[in-house]
């Protein structure tokens, strides 16, 4: 099983930047199809960004396409989400994940996950 980390999140205001990374450990994560989800308070935990194993497939929410940029290196083991011309709306904790198959919007098709980090866009 592989283990994530993410890191990068923090506060930022509205129309900013951050770039999110997942770290990965246990094994190569070219063996995973990986996801970015996200969790606002009081909300279901939505897809946001996903990659393909090769890295040349790449899959958005609507609400973050053209926002939004997922890579991955397999060399580093690493993923990473670039956010620009963050919302308030996009305020939540965004979690990291994987799953060894296709592509799919649903996390519960995801297996390992991250514990998450906070996002959080002022206004």
């Known amino acids: 099983q592989v283990q994530l980390v993410e890191s990068g999140g923090g506060l930022v205001q509205v129309g900013g930047s951050l770039r999110l990374s997942c770290a990965a450990s246990g094994r190569p994560i070219i063996d995973y199809h990986m996801g970015w989800f996200r969790q606002a308070p009081g909300k279901e935990r939505e897809f946001v960004a996903a990659?393909?194993?090769?890295?040349?497939?790449?899959y958005y929410a609507d609400s973050v396409k053209g926002r939004f940029t997922i890579s991955r290196v397999n060399a580093k083991n690493t993923v990473w989400l670039q956010m620009n011309l963050l919302k308030p709306e996009d305020t939540a904790v965004y979690y990291c994940?994987?799953?060894?198959?296709?592509?799919?919007?649903?996390?519960?098709?995801?297996?390992?996950w991250g514990q998450g980090t906070q996002v959080t866009v002022s206004s």
């Open positions: 990659i393909s194993r090769s890295g040349l497939g790449t």
């Open positions: 994940a994987a799953r060894q198959g296709s592509h799919t919007n649903d996390p519960a098709d995801f297996h390992s």
